[in-house]
């Protein structure tokens, strides 16, 4: 079985502070971990993959197979970031996503 | 390219009756998944497709069946419906080949059962 957990479901920053959601996940086979990201009227798309190990919009995420974690992480928020950030686990055929977390960035 | 496309994108049924909906995806993408995105229980999987066949299903009851055609497009089908199948269902597409297993998303089918 796999699971995805975002233990915060709502994450208010200043802009221009580090911002950080956390992302485990509990998987027997080999990962395939990325964060999703939904914009105000947006679709859901892509922010970025354990595999290619790049910034994107200035947001890393490092796996930590020892701690089983993904965690999302940004020095210097801004507030276009505001937006619903879902973590997933790819494996057996499924995407299977994590509860989501809300994050607002304020001025 | 056009993106992954979904109707009817707004639709209100009553409890018992039946919906289709389909999704139209990338051009050239042979996988396609199937999604309910409610509140309370966030994203969860329902089926994913790959050259007509279903790869995986997800713990959903017997009501929600899908297909995929020759073209790659894929239909839901939720019979029997009930309140508590209100959600937005969300289909995704991937380019099957690649290692990132990246899903394109639509915009979603917001179905209100009344």
């Known amino acids: 079985a796999q699971r995805v957990t975002q233990p915060e479901k709502l994450l208010s920053v200043f802009k221009g502070a580090p911002v950080e959601l956390k992302c485990n996940y509990s998987y027997s086979g080999s990962p395939e971990l990325f964060w999703y990201v939904q914009y105000s009227r947006q679709r859901l798309q892509l922010l970025l993959r354990?595999?290619s190990r790049e910034s994107i919009k200035g947001f890393t995420a490092d796996l930590n197979k020892g701690e089983t974690s993904f965690h999302l992480k940004k020095p210097f928020a801004q507030e276009e970031d505001s937006a619903m950030y879902y973590c997933?686990?790819?494996?057996?055929?499924?995407?299977?996503f994590g509860a989501g977390t809300t994050v607002t960035v304020r001025a | 390219k056009a993106g992954v496309t979904q109707t009817p994108r707004y639709l209100i049924k009553t409890r018992g009756q039946q919906v289709t909906l389909s999704c139209s995806p990338i051009s050239g993408h042979r996988s396609v998944s199937w999604y309910q995105q409610t509140p309370g229980q966030g994203l969860q999987f329902l089926f994913e497709y790959f050259s007509e066949t279903q790869r995986n299903k997800g713990n959903f009851p017997g009501r929600f069946s899908g297909r995929q055609f020759s073209n790659s497009r894929s239909e839901m089908n939720v019979s029997t419906l009930e309140l508590g199948d209100s959600a937005l269902y969300l289909c995704?597409?991937?380019?099957?080949?690649?290692?990132?297993?990246?899903?394109?998303f639509g915009e979603g089918s917001r179905l209100t059962v009344l």
């Open positions: 354990h595999i």
């Open positions: 995704a597409s991937r380019l099957t080949g690649t290692t990132t297993g990246e899903l394109f």
């Open positions: 997933a686990l790819r494996g057996d055929y499924k995407l299977s």
